[in-house]
């Protein structure tokens, strides 16, 4: 399938090293986030959450950081492999309210 | 079923063309929702469905999309009088509840007009 996007951020990391995507989020009042991976030709699929009484979960070989001070958002995948080249997308929500307010994506290269 | 599905997963339409997208959420979801996702874009949100409520509408760009869910389960966006602006995958999500524990996506469909 083709690429979702052709102008989005693009991060290019060597196969077995770590990565990192770096978002920010708009809303102050987000209390739930999100990080989506969505491989060409697919939807989103969820990869790890976290909700704002928290600053760092860890999943199988992924972490999301946030700081809630500054609205910024991390995800770290260690020892980056082929398969983890996609679209990832963070997504926040508030409380109460049922619409998810998505970033505009950034793009992850595996090099072999 | 076991996943949100999506159909058609591509269509081509001629400028002007009314055009319908299927999406067939997972059994038991009562939450529905339509995103747009363009080229170089993010996610835009389009509609929402939660159970017999009345939708959350104001995400559709214009009165040309209109969005229904029939028995509370299948949903068909309409598009009349599609424009070339109108490309794009149109990605049909279900959840539990009012999107708490995040959404499950379909493929999407990828509108062409050409």
Request: glycine share 12%.
């Amino acid at each position: 399938g083709e690429s979702v996007g052709l102008h989005l951020p693009t991060l290019s990391v060597q196969e077995g090293d770590n990565s990192i995507i770096n978002c920010a989020y708009s809303n102050s009042a987000s209390d739930y986030f999100i990080w989506y991976k969505q491989e060409s030709g697919k939807g989103p699929q969820f990869i790890i959450d976290i909700r704002s009484n928290m600053d760092k979960r860890q999943g199988q070989r992924v972490t999301v950081l946030l700081n809630k001070t500054v609205k910024h958002l991390s995800l770290q995948i260690a020892a980056t492999q082929p398969g983890d080249s996609a679209v990832y997308f963070c997504a926040e929500k508030a409380s109460g309210t049922y619409k998810y307010i998505f970033g505009t994506g950034t793009r992850l290269k595996v090099l072999a | 079923g076991a996943g949100v599905s999506q159909s058609p997963s591509n269509k081509v339409t001629e400028k002007g063309k009314d055009v319908e997208l299927r999406c067939d959420p997972i059994s038991g979801h009562t939450a529905l929702y339509w995103y747009r996702q363009s080229l170089g874009q993010g996610l835009e949100f389009l509609i929402y469905f939660q159970g017999n409520s009345a939708p959350d509408k104001s995400g559709l760009p214009s009165d040309r999309f209109s969005a229904e869910r029939t028995g509370g389960s299948v949903s068909t966006l309409t598009i009349q009088r599609t424009q070339q602006e109108d490309s794009a995958v149109y990605l049909c999500a279900s959840s539990r509840r009012g999107g708490d524990y995040g959404y499950t996506f379909g493929s999407g469909t990828r509108l062409t007009v050409v």
